[in-house]
């Protein structure tokens, strides 16, 4: 099938390179001529386990083509990919203008029929508010062109995209129409084969599904966050407690992993604008702000638990971090919770010596040049003349580590274990003062 793609960031790129890669031929379109330069010499502007080979293998193999050119784009494909952003406006609300102006030109350059399938994460009733604008830009041209607008979201995870993907639980799509079921299941065959993972339902449902989803999920972190802050003062160990719940099936052991809150760009923008969608119909969603609301405060927990070691007092102090981005296999900085540590540090008059594996540019991207941070090359390097260490994420490379030589870098031996990746009794049998979330008497 002739596919085109537009938006190249993570859904964008790897829905491109995914359904390149089974065999389709894509044009991935995006308006950032800088980017699609790049792209074209098979560079990946984001750090994603396997990507760049990926896209380096079907461009080579002719499958997989990117142009800032929109008129091309329309006429390449049947089916029309919208993977473009949806930021957060200032109320929380989803800001629809990118979604809406690739509807525009698809409405404008159209000659024939197109399957609009969208993939960004939108506020139900947007495959309506797509139809109308390709329906009103035919108008404007005088011209009639079948079309069809269905939903299907996606539900790929930064770090494990191309996996997600590929072997995704399910494949939504929301459409009423058996043209559009048809052509959909021609474009997942490659990935549906060993059972139907197809899910056809209405549009609106298919909307919901997504926020639905993400939601869900972040109820269940913000839950055991919750139990955790209430298992450090009832001197409970949280992990007991997580391996506990989870052993019911109906619980489940996935995203029961307490923490230090989280991140990312989809968990604190969906929730919020799920939360916007429900208020705008006249409903308030209490368990959504309940669940902002829990995740707001445990992302302070990190600076809350360093301050109290220090007596409240971090002027003059130096904290290592572990881990930048907000979470591991990626280096992705947004809505991190280290970025909530290093701020309040940095307003408590402590410097930061921070290691990530893949978000140092990142960091000094967000942050620029400044005095209060250092961007260490090896975690050990970050520990030199420090004052304490956190870890903000759970990257595999931290969690075999030598305590004794952690105790003997640190000016004063503080542990705090955003991630609970170590046994406390092991830390502190190295002399280090341990505090985890949720884990007895490390309030
Ligand atoms: C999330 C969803 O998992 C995807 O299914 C969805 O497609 C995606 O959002 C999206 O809407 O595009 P992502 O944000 O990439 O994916 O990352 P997750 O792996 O879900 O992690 C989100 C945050 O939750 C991270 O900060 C992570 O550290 C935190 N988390 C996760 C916990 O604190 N505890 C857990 O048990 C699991």
């Known amino acids: 099938m002739k596919i085109t793609v537009f938006g190249t960031g993570y859904v964008g790129l790897v829905t491109g390179a995914c359904l390149a890669d089974a065999g389709h031929d894509v044009l991935c379109v995006d308006v950032d001529p800088a980017k699609v330069e790049a792209l074209e010499r098979g560079v990946v502007p984001i750090f994603e386990p396997g990507l760049e080979a990926l896209v380096a293998r079907n461009r080579e193999e002719g499958r997989l083509g990117f142009t800032v050119d929109a008129a091309q784009g329309v006429a390449f494909g049947t089916m029309q990919f919208i993977a473009v952003g949806t930021p957060p406006d200032e109320d929380g609300s989803a800001d629809m203008q990118y979604v809406l102006s690739v509807a525009t030109t698809i409405g404008r350059h159209m000659d024939g029929y197109k399957l609009v399938v969208n993939k960004s994460t939108v506020p139900v009733g947007t495959a309506d508010r797509v139809r109308a604008t390709i329906i009103a830009e035919l108008a404007g041209r005088g011209v009639e062109h079948d079309f069809d607008v269905c939903s299907n979201p996606e539900f790929l995870k930064e770090g494990a995209a191309i996996e997600d993907f590929t072997r995704g639980a399910r494949i939504v799509v929301g459409t009423e129409s058996d043209k559009v ?34 939601a869900m999920l972040a109820t269940k972190i913000s839950f055991m966050n919750e139990m955790a802050n209430l298992a450090e003062r009832l001197g409970a160990d949280i992990e007991n407690v997580r391996l506990g719940i989870g052993s019911d099936p109906r619980i489940g052991y996935h995203f029961i992993y307490p923490g230090c809150g989280y991140g990312g760009s989809c968990f604190p923008k969906d929730v919020r604008a799920l939360e916007r969608i429900a208020h705008e119909v006249g409903y308030e969603a209490r368990m959504l702000s309940a669940v902002e609301a829990v995740n707001d405060h445990q992302k302070s927990t990190l600076f809350n638990k360093l301050s ?11 904290i290592a971090v572990w881990g930048l981005a907000f979470k591991p296999n990626t280096d992705d900085m947004r809505e991190a919770p280290s970025r909530t540590l290093m701020e309040a540090v940095w307003a408590a008059g402590g410097h930061i010596q921070a290691y990530d594996p893949e978000a140092r540019d990142e960091c000094r991207r ?26 903000c994420t759970e990257w595999k490379e931290f969690r075999v580590a030598d305590f004794k030589a952690i105790r003997d870098a640190l000016r004063t031996p503080v542990m705090v274990d955003g991630r609970n990746i170590y046994e406390p009794d092991s830390v502190r049998a190295a002399g280090l003062l341990y505090f985890g979330v949720g884990r007895g008497d490390s309030v």
């Open 181 to 214: 079921r048809e052509l959909m299941r021609e474009c997942y065959a490659p990935y549906n084969w060993n059972h139907d993972k197809l899910i056809f339902m209405d549009v609106r449902s298919a909307e919901l599904t997504k926020y639905a989803a993400n």
């Open 308 to 318: 109290n070691a220090f007596d409240g007092d971090l002027n003059g102090k130096t």
């Open 366 to 391: 967000l942050y620029g040049d400044r005095n209060d941070l250092t961007l260490a090359e090896h975690r050990v390097d970050a520990l030199d003349g420090a004052d304490a260490l956190v870890i």
